[in-house]
């Protein structure tokens, strides 16, 4: 990147250097980034995208921190947060139908998993006690056993390399665990699929998928979510969280770093804890998982490090 500040100077952007954004994600450890940038609009966006991709200059988003680790050292490049209202609005009846619902790739999935109750449109209440945002969720598809955000996908919205819009109609994108054929680019909006409900039944719905949540996972402690994939095997996808238990890893620690005893899928942070901690223990998990059922279970925590060349 040529000087600080000066790439920046003549877009509508808030700029932050050397941000802990490590302590901003769920984990609450790692690095700093050596630049944080706020845009303020779509065009200003388009044109950082633009502008990263003319200079080589690594580029990655950062939502909600809930399913991210940064490493010790931090990340070099330009780290971007869709946090201005341009990026985490809502607007209801998009396309001029009620049962259509605009979601900006920075909303927050607790916050529209809320409203959407309120205004009685299901569909999205598999998405409860999920912590992200809406681009997040949709560029791993995330979800559970109620269902995963590409279940209510009509339309995704991105920018490509040169700050170009692109648009994917659901109907072609194919959503699987953890993944989809949405092509590389950065998640700007969404179209949702919905119908309309009962409010009340909505939001008991919604109370009693969060509720079970909160009994089976440590959403008290500080962790990013599921740790591992669950694998495939014999064509049958099987809980890496039980396997990890059958494999005597629960209350495995490294430094601060610890598998939850609550929930095997879990990796817990404290006071003391680090990156470097939690990829130990990561490592290790995997070691012992591989020993005793002779099977690979791969991370679904997504790792940045400076010496990471992939587009997140």
């Known amino acids: 990147m040529s000087k600080r500040g000066h790439f920046f100077g003549d877009l509508d952007v808030d700029v932050q250097f050397d941000v802990h954004v490590g302590a901003m994600t769920w984990f609450g ?3 700093t980034a ?19 991709s003319q200079s080589d200059t690594h580029l990655r988003i950062f939502g909600k921190g809930a399913n991210l680790l940064v490493d010790d050292s931090g990340v070099d490049g330009v780290v971007l947060k869709l946090d201005h209202e341009s990026f985490t609005r809502l607007r209801f009846n998009a396309e001029g139908e009620v049962d259509r619902v605009l979601a900006m ?30 681009g997040g969720a949709i560029r791993m598809n995330a979800g559970g056993m109620y269902g995963s955000i590409g279940d209510c996908i009509e339309s995704v919205t991105c920018l490509d390399c040169t700050g170009q819009r692109l648009v994917y109609d659901g109907s072609q994108l194919d959503f ?17 699929r919905l119908e ?3 409010p009340v039944k909505l939001r008991e719905k919604v109370k009693e998928i969060f509720a079970y949540k909160k009994s089976t996972q440590p959403l008290s402690d500080q962790s990013a979510g599921c740790a591992f994939r669950n694998p495939v095997i014999g064509g049958e996808r099987i809980s ?35 990156a470097t901690h939690v990829r130990a223990l990561m490592e290790a998990v995997q070691s012992r998982v591989r020993e005793h059922h002779g099977i690979d279970i791969e991370s679904e925590v997504v ?10």
Not at 176 to 192: F, H, K, N, V
């Open 196 to 198: 309309p409900v009962d």
């Open 34 to 52: 050596d630049v944080l940038v706020h845009p303020r609009s779509e065009e200003a966006l388009g044109a950082l995208v633009e502008r990263c």
């Open 105 to 134: 790739s920075g909303a927050d999935l607790f916050s529209t998993v809320n409203e959407l109750a309120r205004q009685g449109l299901d569909g999205f209440s598999q998405m409860a006690g999920i912590p992200g945002t809406i």
């Open 240 to 274: 890496a969280g039980q396997l990890i238990d059958e494999a005597g890893c629960k209350g495995m620690q490294v430094g601060g770093a610890k598998v939850s005893g609550q929930h095997a899928n879990f990796i817990t942070t404290g006071t003391d804890a680090t």
């Open 303 to 312: 790792i940045w490090s400076r010496d990471d060349r992939s587009i997140q």
């Open 29 to 31: 450890i790692g690095g």
């Open 176 to 192: 699987q665990y953890r993944s989809s054929t949405l092509p590389e680019g950065l998640i700007l909006s969404a179209i949702l």
